[in-house]
């Protein structure tokens, strides 16, 4: 979502045939050029704030700035660092690089005309679902940042950020519930929101609010990968993976002779990666790496007079059963997708499909039993899912659920559509579950629209609710991330009071411009 912009008025020139005419509105040769000027300089005319091209808006210089920084979560100071300021002016020598000031200004502009722009954007959906995330920039300060979902009238799932707030010392269910209360109320969404998803938040559990609150799907799988290390030989094991490999990652002479020695034919590549949080994913491309260097890692081991890294066979089986039982939830996962959010109607094919692959693995793999007795106890009865309506209503697996789901499913449409009578809404629930299922790949939301809403009109509104509750908190790239977490380093190091406005823009002005 770029700014508001306008572009200088241009009239034709008068031909010599019909005579110069005196135009107050026509701007003179030189007033082009000067405004041409202003414009290549970064410097828009007075009452500019960049330049339409038919639909699209086209950024002034100081703009590209701005968003260039937006973009990477780099302080404003940034334009003033005197070897980006060289590397400008080595560039173009003419440019004059804003001052501070002029940056924070510009970001107040920005951030003030985006902020309109999705109020106005609020006003049109009748159902909006948030997400929140409780995160630290330092052990003494915690942020609690709030997104919004709604479909748009083409079947499009819209996420925008709405804010970053200080939680000023108090992490309680009651203050995050005022918080929460406090964004809604600011961004007048109040009858609208009817879900929030959060992450993490165990304080929020037993708290009762208006709106329906769940778990993130993503965070969910840490919390079961944190209690499955609390098992002792899982946890033992893992801490030597990491002993190795800081081994490396300390000493620069050992490092590079495993580069040396993995330069040979027979020797797997690969960056070593060294993590200790809770998210499954890196652990396991973390030991994935480890599995391929190990060989090499022998012989630098050997050389160093350093036997106690090695591994025994014992040790080398319970690390490939960790990455068996691993692998089962990258296989689940991976029917998400890539980026952005998705629906909370695939959580239950993914639970099931984990479920059965884990109890497949399990008589032969005791880290895959301990995986799947987690799983069980952190997702409960999945057949009898608090999610399976919103997997019902979803014509792309409304058939894979099993009849217990599916009866739950039809009960909670049954009580949510009273006003339509019960013998016309079991008509309607039985025709769409003889329809076709769309295609895998198809879009839900915009099938409930274009399609669904003709064919089963008393069930699309309650479809479009439901799938718009997103499976993950934050975007996709952040929840499934194989590398540690940049992002949050980044937005950690921000200034305070630019806070805000850095990571509303980040997330809501668009790169099409």
């Known amino acids: 979502m770029a700014p508001t912009t306008s572009r200088p008025s241009r009239q034709r020139a008068s031909s010599p045939r019909e005579g110069r005419v005196n135009n107050p509105h026509s701007a003179t040769r030189r007033e082009q050029i000067r405004q041409r000027s202003g414009l290549m300089c970064g410097r828009p005319v007075a009452g500019q704030t960049g330049r339409m ?3 699209q808006d086209v950024l002034t210089k100081d703009q590209h700035l701005l968003k260039m920084m937006i973009s990477n979560l780099l302080s404003l100071d940034t334009a003033q660092n005197t070897n980006f300021m060289a590397f400008v002016r080595a560039l173009k020598p003419t440019f004059q690089i804003p001052t501070e000031p002029q940056m924070n200004s510009l970001l107040h502009s920005v951030y003030k005309e985006q902020v309109k722009k999705l109020q106005q954007a609020l006003g049109s959906p009748e159902h909006i679902v948030l997400s929140c995330e409780l995160w630290s920039s330092s052990p003494e300060d915690s942020y609690l940042t709030v997104s919004c979902h709604f479909v748009d009238d083409r079947g499009k799932l819209k996420s925008f950020m709405l ?5 000023l010392g108090d992490d309680s269910a009651a203050s995050i519930k005022n918080h929460l209360s406090a964004v809604m109320e600011a961004w007048k969404i109040e009858e609208k929101v009817h879900g929030v998803v959060r992450a993490g938040l165990p304080q929020l559990k037993g708290i009762k609010t208006s709106w329906l609150h769940m778990p993130c799907f993503a965070d969910t799988l840490n919390v079961i990968f944190r209690d499955m290390r609390k098992n002792d030989k899982l946890s033992n094991i893992l801490k030597k993976c990491q002993t190795i490999i800081r081994f490396f990652k300390n000493n620069s002479d050992k ?13 797997r590549h690969g960056k070593l990666i060294l993590y200790s949080g809770d998210q499954w994913l890196v652990w396991l491309n973390m030991l994935q790496q480890l599995q391929q260097q190990y060989p090499a890692m022998l012989m630098v081991f050997a050389e160093s007079d350093r036997s106690d890294l090695n591994l025994s066979e014992n040790e080398i089986k319970l690390i490939n059963n960790i990455v068996s039982a691993l692998l089962h939830l990258s296989k689940a996962t991976s029917k998400m997708k890539t980026e952005g959010f998705d629906t909370i109607a695939l959580i239950v094919p993914i639970q099931e499909m984990l479920i059965k692959s884990l109890e497949k693995e399990q008589s032969n793999n005791n880290v895959a039993e301990i995986l799947l007795s987690h799983c069980k106890k952190e997702f409960g009865d999945i ?3 608090k999610l399976a309506t919103s997997t019902f209503l979803d014509p792309r697996y409304k058939n894979q659920l099993g009849e217990e789901n599916k009866k739950l499913a039809r009960k909670e449409i049954m009580k949510a559509k009273q006003d339509v009578p019960p013998a016309k809404m079991t008509k309607v629930l039985d025709r769409y579950m003889a329809y076709k299922p769309t295609a895998k790949d ?3 939301l915009s099938w409930w629209i274009h399609t669904g809403r003709d064919k089963f009109g008393e069930l699309s509104n309650l479809a479009l609710q439901k799938l718009s ?3 993950t908190a934050v975007p996709l790239e952040r929840a499934f991330c194989r590398a ?15 806070l805000d406005m850095t990571l509303f823009l980040h ?6 411009s």
């Open 469 to 471: 509750i997103v499976s």
């Open 255 to 267: 490092e590079q002779r495993l580069q040396e020695i993995k330069k040979c034919p027979d020797m």
């Open 507 to 512: 997330s809501n002005w668009s790169d099409s």
């Open 442 to 444: 198809s879009n839900p």
């Open 53 to 55: 091209v038919g639909s």
């Open 383 to 385: 057949n009898e899912s």
């Open 484 to 498: 540690p977490d940049r992002f949050s380093t980044l937005r950690s190091s921000l200034e305070p009071e630019n």
């Open 163 to 167: 804010k970053t707030t200080s939680m």
